[in-house]
Each structure stands twice: as structure tokens, then as C-alpha cells.
């Protein structure tokens, strides 16, 4: 088997590839990509670079290029939820674009003819989600993610996206991953730790906690890819 993780930062990566240790490198398409045995399946890391396209592109060349066939996401993310604070971990059970807009043709916001406002995450990967949570006693949120190519430093904004969408959390990349994912019959999951608020103080939060809260979604990221491997 074949699995893909991912991030969008290198700070996102770097906790998996550090714990990784062994691997190759190779460049393509603008891309390093990373190859390891780890256990007994092969491991294709890479981080994307910022946004929905590049992480359509880094999504589609682990799967199309590399042969992927699972997909793991670790990174940071904005909360929405008031529930959610720096450092928590949110596990998306859905996705959605929040800036993806032809609602002048009434169609609703996140919507295009012959897509979904909505894509499903692997519900088998959610499960396996929840019992490393038990293991490593760790608690984690089930939400819907937006995913929109802005970084999102204020209330109206945070808020709207709430009222349309029902978001736990807003970040850059999952949703188009999703979108892949989903096209390509690749089961995914994705997993953030919150950085930020979404707020006025969202970029200083960011940088503050970047590092912190990709470690803390990398090490559960690790766990699951352990459990996946142990089924
Ligand atoms: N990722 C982490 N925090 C974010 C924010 N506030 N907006 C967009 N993406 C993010």
C-alpha cells in the first residue's frame, strides 16, 4: 500500500519527516516530493505550498505520479467554532469552498454545476481517527472545514462563513484536496490543529503557534498512519 501525507507548510511536514528519518527526494512539477518504507507500506510525503491550487496540484501528482492510494493531510487551521482553541485538533468530516461563488446565477455559495457545496471525508479513517484519540487520550473534534484561497483575519468574514457554511474551522487547502480526492476515488482525511482565531489577531497567533500546533496534527497524523498500517 501506498500512502500519501501531506501539508501544505514545510512546517507541517517536517515533524513527519523528521520521525520518518530514511527517505529519497525527488522534484516535480515545482515539487520535492519524499519517499519512504515505513513499516511495511510505502510513504509519499510532500508539502503543497499555499492554497487550493497548488494543493490540487501536490494532491493529484501524489496520486496520478506516485500511485497514492490513501491521503493524509496534517496542518493548522483558523477557528470558527468557539469551541475550538490554539492548539486543538479538528478532524474534517466534510469540506467545503467558501469563496467559490457564481451566486448571481442563484446557485448557493460553494456550489457549481455538477459538484457539491460538500465533500465527504473517508468515514473509515474518521473511525480509526477516534481511536488513536482514545489511545493517545487526546480529544478531537468531528467539524466541517472551508476551505477558501484567503487567509482570514476578521469577524465578518470568520462569521459569514459560519452562517453559510456551518464551519468548525476555515483554512487554505483541504477543501480542493477533497475535491481530488474524491474525483480520483482516494480515500482521504483531513486533520488540522488550530493556529489562530480567524480574527484580528489571527496572523500574530499564526506565527506564534505554527510550529506548536503543526507538531501536534503531525504526531496524530503519524499515529493514524501506524493504526492504518496495523489493520
Ligand atoms: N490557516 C490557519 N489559520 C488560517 C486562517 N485564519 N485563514 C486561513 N487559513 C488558515
Not at 44 to 54: P, Q
Not at 77 to 94: E, H, Q
Amino acid at each position: 500500500m501506498k500512502i500519501a501525507i501531506m501539508g501544505a507548510m514545510p512546517e507541517e511536514i517536517a515533524p513527519i519527516l523528521e520521525k520518518i528519518g530514511n527517505y529519497t527526494t525527488t522534484e516535480y512539477a515545482g515539487n520535492k516530493y519524499y519517499e519512504a518504507k515505513y513499516k511495511n507500506v510505502d510513504l509519499i510525503i510532500a508539502y503543497s505550498k499555499i492554497g487550493k491550487v497548488f494543493s490540487t496540484l501536490t494532491a493529484t501528482t501524489m496520486i496520478e505520479h506516485f500511485g497514492a492510494q490513501k491521503l493524509l493531510f496534517s496542518g493548522v487551521a483558523g477557528a470558527v467554532s468557539p469551541d475550538l482553541r490554539v492548539g486543538d485538533l479538528i478532524v474534517a468530516t466534510k469540506l467545503a469552498q467558501h469563496d467559490l461563488d457564481i451566486s448571481a446565477f442563484g446557485h448557493p455559495f460553494g456550489y457549481v454545476p455538477e459538484g457539491s457545496v460538500y465533500v465527504d471525508a473517508d468515514k473509515e479513517m474518521i473511525a480509526i481517527s477516534k481511536e488513536v484519540a482514545q489511545s493517545m487520550g487526546k480529544k478531537i473534534k468531528e467539524g466541517i472545514i472551508a476551505t477558501g484561497d484567503q487567509f482570514v483575519a476578521n469577524e465578518a468574514r470568520k462569521n459569514w462563513i459560519l452562517e453559510n457554511f456551518k464551519a468548525d474551522a476555515l483554512e487554505m487547502e483541504g477543501g480542493s484536496v477533497a475535491v481530488v480526492c474524491n474525483a480520483l476515488d482516494v480515500p482521504f482525511f483531513i486533520l488540522r490543529a488550530i493556529s489562530d482565531a480567524a480574527d484580528m489577531d489571527a496572523s500574530f497567533s499564526f506565527d506564534a503557534f505554527l510550529e506548536t500546533s503543526a507538531l501536534e496534527s503531525a504526531e496524530f497524523v503519524m499515529q493514524m498512519v501506524d493504526r492504518i498500517i496495523e489493520k
